[in-house]
Antibody, heavy 130, light 110 residues
């Protein structure tokens, strides 16, 4: 059974930092791209970042670029999100999410990560407030 | 990257069909066949319902179907059931190598 357990959410002051973790089981971790998606209270989903199975490819939403860093430790089956320079706008439930194995193609010759997520963690709440 | 446009709410009676639209641009929905749909019940994590425009993951009822025309994708739920009441989000890969979600649609089963 695929399981994703996110953790690390907390109350943090504006300008502060926080690291989220997501421990997974039930699938071959290094074969799957992984993402972070967040949801502000009462709002919709917002994609944050994605990382390839090997960790060498990462992409970020403009809203977090330069402040957040996605990483993974395949030996520990763990995904991370290091967040810094946090502001109230970053307050949200953060979900880790797994992509299926394999790749998609943006055109005949260009392989891309699979951006959709077939399994999600339960979410961890990050509150940025003084 | 602006969010995809979805209606804020739709409703239908049990047994009826409803369709939720999701409008983007040539840089996302119109440019790629990588539209996905998610269902989210209150307090729960999202659940994948459709991927790559019209494909259903294993275990998802065939009452859920989806398509795309130009810059607009659509999710249709037929034979509405009470348990279908939830929020639905579309998403699309973009030319910036990012993912963009729609604002979400609240489905009410009357």
């Amino acid at each position: 059974e695929v399981q994703l357990l996110d953790s690390g959410g907390d109350l943090v002051q504006p300008g502060g930092s926080l690291r989220l973790s997501c421990v997974v089981s039930g699938f071959i971790f290094n074969s799957c791209a992984m993402s972070w998606v967040r949801q502000a209270p009462g709002k919709g989903l917002e994609w944050v970042s994605i990382i390839s199975g090997g960790g060498g490819i990462t992409y970020y939403a403009d809203s977090v670029k330069g402040r957040f860093t996605i990483s993974r430790d395949n030996s520990r089956n763990t995904l991370y999100l290091q967040m810094s320079s946090l502001s109230a706008e970053d307050t949200a439930v953060y979900y880790c999410a797994k992509s299926p194995t394999g790749y998609s193609y943006s055109d005949v010759n260009t392989k891309i990560l699979k951006y959709y997520s077939d399994s999600w963690g339960q979410g961890t709440l990050v509150t940025v407030s003084s | 990257q602006s969010a995809l446009t979805q209606p804020a709410s739709v409703s239908g009676s049990p047994g009826q069909s409803i369709t939720i639209s999701c409008t983007g641009t040539n840089s996302d929905i119109g440019g790629y066949n990588y539209v996905s749909w998610y269902q989210q019940h209150p307090g729960k994590a999202p659940k994948l319902m459709i991927y790559d425009v019209s494909n259903r993951p294993s275990g998802i009822s065939n009452r859920f179907s989806a398509s795309k025309s130009g810059n607009t994708a659509s999710l249709t739920i037929s034979g509405l059931q009470a348990e279908d009441e939830a929020d639905y989000f579309c998403s699309s890969y973009t030319s910036s190598s990012t993912l963009v979600f729609g604002g979400g649609t609240k489905l009410t089963v009357l």
